[in-house]
Every structure is written in C-alpha cells, then in structure tokens.
C-alpha cells in the first residue's frame, strides 16, 4: 500500500510539476498583455481574470478565460488581445485533455459543475455523508455502518425551491488514508458542507477535518483573519452539518455541542435518518452560495417563472443580459425591474444591482 501511495504522490507531483510550469507561463503570458490592454476592458473581465489566477487546474482555468474572452469588447483596439486569449485557451484546453488522458484515478474526482453550485459534502467515515445524499438528491451512493465504504465522489442533484443545487458525496476525509484528488475535489466547490456525526464525538471529528483542510491550505471566509499569510490558500464558504439528531435527547446534545464551539462557525443539526431539519438545511445552502434568482420577462410576454437565471449576489443587469445572449449583453439598452426597483416596471441602466425574485425585462 505504501509503494502504491509513494508511487501516486510521485506521479502527481511530476504532473503538478508540468502543469504548474506551464500555468505559470501562462500567468507571464497574461501579464505581458497587460502593458497592450485596451483601457475600456469592463471590470467582468478582470474579475474572471482574478478568478483565472487563482484557478487551480487546466480545466478551471479553460471556464476563466472563456468568460474573459466573453466579456472583451470586440473592436479594432481588442483584436490582438482577443487571439492572444484565443490561443492561450486552446493551449490550456489541450492541456486539460491530457490531464484528462492520463490521471485515469484523478479524473473520477473531477466532477463537472451542474446546476446553481456545488456543495460537496466531506467529513470522517461513518459519519453520513452518503445516507444525506442519497435522502437529498436522486443518487444512490452506498450506505454501509463498515467504515470506509465511499472511495470514489458521486454527485446529485438537490431541488431547492425553483432552483437545482449539486451535491457531491465524497470518500472519507481521514488522517490515516486520503484519496488522491479529494483536497482538489474540495478546492473547486462553491461550498463545504463538514459533516460530523452528532453521536460519536462531534468536536474530535470537527477539529481534526478543519486541521486537515488547513494542512492543504483550505479554509473558510470566516476563519480568514486567522492566517497571517494567506499565500495560496482558498477560502471556500463551510457549513458544518451535525447530522444523526434523530430525537429530542440529541438536540440537547447538540446545544451542548454549540455551547463547546462558540459562535465560530454557521452549524445546523440534522438527520438523514428520519429527514428532520432538510428545510433549514436547503435554505442555508442556498444562501450560503450567494446567488440569486432572477426570472427573464420577453417583452410583452409574462415572465417565464419556471426556470429562472441563476447569478451570483450582487450581478448587474448587464450580467444578467450575458447570461441570456452575448448578443443582449453587446446591444443592451435599458431593461425594466419587478421586484427590488422602487416601483413595478422601473426603468434601469445596464449597472442595476439586482436583488433574489426579481423580474427582469431586457432592451436592445
Ligand atoms: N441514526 C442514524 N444513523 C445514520 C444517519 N445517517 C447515517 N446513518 C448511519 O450511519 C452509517 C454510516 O452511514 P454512511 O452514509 O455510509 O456514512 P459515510 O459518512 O458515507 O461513510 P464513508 O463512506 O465510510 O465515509 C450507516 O449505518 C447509516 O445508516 C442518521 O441520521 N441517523
Ligand atoms: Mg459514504
């Protein structure tokens, strides 16, 4: 078992090697186009290109820089900057194949991102996190009292309201065995759902998975004050779920787990066995993505209140408009807003704030 390991962790860092070399180059590259920018780039595109700096992997990097070739203005003065992006896209593309071509044990722990976010579920063994997504979602991973029965991610699906929330139930998070690739797993999700088991130690479980998390230089927003350096380290939203409070007497317990915890971290106790609390539960991830919902009114047409577009919290109008069609968000004019505006139907410009439930009437 240890050569096995030995011989993974070698391989990997052999392929971190390459892919940071050429990530790097990648960043040089980026830098060098700075000096030729154009000065009317919109700030969309230096917040994906934020996005694109901190992205960890070819294929995080590949969703970055399409959105920032989405958001360059096509004009005279954007035409070298639009094909220097064009070809670092289809270098990191190339790149992702590969990656995808021979990390066979790897790529199981890619998920590919669907619905308003992803919220991966992680914590010790035993402690649940298969009974949840299998009682949240329509997948069916296994659900075994032995330990270590997870070994590789499985999404579902989470209906929230209107709304679809992945959830992605993972192996183990354990001092003695981590799979290789989960710490990468956890690093690309929109959110951390730390399960403990309410019944077996709950603190124990909860320090040892945030120690973990911190080896690997993850950690939450609200734990960023503590790190003098934050050098590399990803800070992704975390809720701790406290799950197997199946009856009132756990209840007590968790209040007496809250008490030894303080005010540090947003919790919520739950049962997958008998489904109590899923409604708190539903909400909480939800806003705990910081999205919003805002449903598209045609002109002249009701709004379609069935599938609404899904933003992240504070996206304007003019976001709004490139969700629909890169056409919109080019030609946009003005648009009208139920909901947030200070009356129905109030005209707004492209740098509207939108609000959660708003209606949105787009002009071009
Ligand atoms: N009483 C009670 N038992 C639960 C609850 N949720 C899960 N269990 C039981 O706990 C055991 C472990 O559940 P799993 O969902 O397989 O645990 P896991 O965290 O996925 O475990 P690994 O895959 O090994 O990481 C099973 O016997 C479940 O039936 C709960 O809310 N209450
Ligand atoms: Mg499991």
């Known amino acids: 078992m240890d050569i096995i390991i030995c011989s993974a962790f070698c391989f990997n860092f052999s392929y ?12 040089i590259d980026m830098v060098s186009w ?44 954007t035409d070298k900057l639009r094909a220097d992006l064009r070809r670092q896209l289809s270098k990191l593309k190339d790149e992702a194949k590969t990656l995808k071509k021979h ?29 949840l997504v299998a009682a949240l979602t329509h997948a069916e991973p296994e659900v075994s009292s032995a330990p270590y029965t997870t070994w590789k991610p499985l999404p579902g699906m989470m209906h929230v309201e209107d709304i679809q929330i992945q959830l992605v139930d993972t192996p183990p998070l354990d001092r003695e065995f981590v799979e290789p690739g989960l710490f990468d797993l956890i690093r690309r999700a929109d959110l951390v759902l730390l399960t403990v088991d309410l019944q ?5 479980q909860l320090e040892e998975t945030l120690l973990l998390l911190e080896e690997h230089r993850i950690s ?10 934050q050098d590399r380290m990803v800070f992704i939203p975390l809720l701790i779920l406290a799950n197997k409070c199946d009856d009132e ?13 303080g005010e540090e971290c947003p919790m919520i106790p739950i049962s997958a066995a008998t489904r109590w609390n899923f409604d708190v539960l539903k909400k909480q991830v939800y806003q705990a ?30 976001e709004l408009a490139r969700k629909v069609h890169r056409d919109f968000y080019d030609k946009l004019k003005s648009a009208r807003v139920w909901g947030s505006s200070a009356f129905e139907g109030q005209m707004v410009q492209r740098d509207y704030e939108l609000k959660d439930g708003d209606i949105v009437e787009l002009r071009v």
């Open 16 to 27: 971190w090697n390459v892919s940071i070399i050429s990530i790097s180059k990648a960043i």
């Open 34 to 77: 700075k000096d030729k920018m154009p000065t009317n780039l919109p700030p969309d595109y230096f917040e994906a290109e934020k996005r694109f700096r901190e992205a960890q992997t070819p294929g995080d990097k590949v969703l970055c820089l399409e959105e920032m070739i989405s958001t360059v203005p096509k004009h005279k003065g």
């Open 103 to 131: 990390t066979g044990h790897q790529t199981s722990f890619y998920v590919e991102k669907e619905g308003a976010g992803q919220a991966v579920v992680i914590g010790p063994t035993n402690v649940g996190k298969s009974a």
């Open 200 to 204: 077996t130690d709950p603190l124990l």
């Open 220 to 229: 939450s927003p609200d734990r960023r004050d503590r790190y003098a350096s």
């Open 249 to 261: 007497n756990l209840t007590e317990v968790y209040d007496l787990f809250c008490a030894l915890l």
């Open 289 to 318: 993505l910081e999205i919003i919902r805002v449903y598209a009114k045609p002109p002249g047409k009701d709004p379609d209140m069935e599938r609404p577009f899904v933003l992240k919290r504070g996206s304007t109008v003019a």
